[in-house]
């Protein structure tokens, strides 16, 4: 049987996050990053179950301090 083909698409975002950051949580603004960007691609992937794959990269980490 032969498989068919699904059209696909990407489709690019650029996404900003202004986020409260407490120094001393024990995370680095590094660890912060990794951390949100990971419950990003989590929740963009369960946002509709044609979603089949995410893929993020941190660009910019900047601080207000």
């Not at 498989?3 to 996050?17: C, Y």
């Not at 990794?34 to 044609?50: C, F, T």
Request: charged share 30%.
């Amino acid at each position: 049987m032969e498989s068919v083909v699904v059209p696909r698409i990407t489709v690019s975002f650029a996404v900003d996050l202004e986020v409260e950051y407490n120094a001393f949580s024990g995370r680095t603004p590094q660890e912060m990053a990794e951390l949100l960007q990971d419950k990003l691609d989590y929740l963009l992937e369960e946002v509709d179950s044609r979603v089949v794959g995410v893929y993020t990269s941190i660009t910019n980490i900047d601080s207000d301090d």
